[in-house]
């Protein structure tokens, strides 16, 4: 194995183009033989029959059923309903074939697993995807996948009038436990089921779930909780609470009732350090103390639900935004997921330090590296992670991979991307995702240095970076961010 320290290479520049040196012959030079689920032969735990996780020489591990390590890189939307325009494009509306094919195209580009399920809920709102044959195809290849037990629905999935539940309530229970029910027996001996994941919309938007719950009719479960909980937080002085809330009660239990609390829109991003200084200190604590109440409540109703049906398999969790949870939050909620699965690596917030207060491995879970916009020059709207060209986007995924092989306490990648640009919401932002156009035309470079980065997948993962090391890689990545970023500032 090629080996470099990166301290020799102090420019960010020369790290970047270091790493991408390696990694143009690592596939040829690679020693490790995989198995038959793609882990490495060259680094093995134990033969449980399951993916399960370990740690070996300091490094964080997926480990395969017949033991052997393995390093996750997949896409979050293998399938999606929105493909629906390019199946129609590109293969005169044949699903079957639009899924063969895309699956293998996936293959060849060295994705190697599954971790968003064949699909998610929020990307197949019209049953484009079917499923069933997905995972029989998965099951052909010995292509793991994970498998959604989904706990609260992605905002998309939102019909009119329909509102957000109440997690307190013993029928939102009842109702997890039924739908691991009808899951859980269908994949508990599965050896290719790589564990569960509880979807995408969790805590991404915690001021909308905490105001939400207090605003909820008197005697809901879930605005007695965390009204009792305000209540014991105070002490019962309500001299205190209105000085802090600025309001006027007669007596704090009003906040049952007739009173509701709620938090503006600045704490949803509370845990950036630039945004949590200007906070009102008190009301933060108050609500990181029910942000943390609500995460325990729901992560131990989706463990205890799966674990009635299932001992065998991995609890991923929700994949939120890295500034979801607190530190403090995640260390409470740990006792109930295998893993942290943030959505994306942050430069302001440090996911390795959750990882390393859980003691918890990281899967990324929705990783960006950027979405093209055709017309960014003249446009006035959102361009949301937009960078300047598809040849951009690759030299950012490359960087971004780099980072993830090398941090030792990262054991997966799934990205936000399709292999086609996307019809529907996608297309009416003009926001283009795809390693290949609705028209099925590739975006060569892109696909080529996607290829050549996944397929070193072993050649560097088992030589993991020092802490200074780790470091030089992620100053890299966000320079390749504020390079190409359409607004020419750090991505944030």
Known sequence: MLRTNLLHFSPIAGVFAVFLALTSHAHAQSISKLDKYGGTKAITGNATGFFHIEKIDGRHWFITPDGSAFFAVALSHLFSGESDLACQNVYGGDADAWMKDSFAKAREMGFNCALGSATSPERNLNGFVDVRKAEAMFRNANFPFAVGVILLKHPWEFVDGETLPDIFHPDYEQLILSRAGQICPHYKEDPLCMGYYYGFGAFNKADQWVNHHLALPSGSPGREVLADLLIRRYEGDVVKFNEVYGCSLND?????????????????????????????????????????????????????????????????????????????????????????????????????????????????????????????????????????????????????????????????????????????????????????????????????????????????????????????????????????????????
């Not at 997966?412 to 156009?437: E, H, I, P, R």
């Open 252 to 492: 704090i239990s009003e906040i049952k009732s007739t009173f509701n609390v709620t938090y503006e829109k600045e704490y949803e991003r509370r845990n950036y350090p630039r945004i949590r200084a200007s906070l009102n200190q008190q009301k933060l604590t108050d609500f990181e103390a029910i942000v943390s109440h609500m995460c325990v409540t729901l992560y131990r109703i989706g463990h205890d639900a799966i674990r009635r049906w299932d001992q065998n398999h991995l609890i991923l969790g929700s994949f939120i935004k890295e500034w979801a949870l607190s530190l403090d939050s995640w260390k409470k909620a740990a006792p109930y997921v295998d893993m942290i699965a943030p959505q994306h690596v942050n430069e302001f917030i440090s996911v390795n330090d959750i990882a390393e207060a859980t003691g918890l491995p990281i899967i990324f879970s929705d990783e960006y590296f950027g979405f093209h916009y055709p017309d960014y020059k003249t446009r006035t709207g959102n361009v949301h992670a937009g960078l300047i060209s598809h040849d951009a986007r690759g030299e950012v995924y490359a960087a971004n991979l780099m980072r993830h092989f090398k941090d030792p306490a990262v054991i997966g990648v799934t990205y936000c991307a399709c292999m086609f640009d996307q019809g529907g919401n996608t297309l009416a932002k003009n926001s283009q995702n795809g390693f290949y156009s609705l028209t099925g035309k590739p975006r060569q470079k892109l696909i080529d240095v996607v290829t050549q980065t996944n397929r070193a997948v072993y050649d560097h993962t088992p030589d993991p970076a020092s802490p200074e090391q780790l470091e030089a890689l992620h100053k890299a990545l966000f320079a390749k961010w504020s390079e190409h970023s359409v607004k020419r500032t750090p991505n944030r």
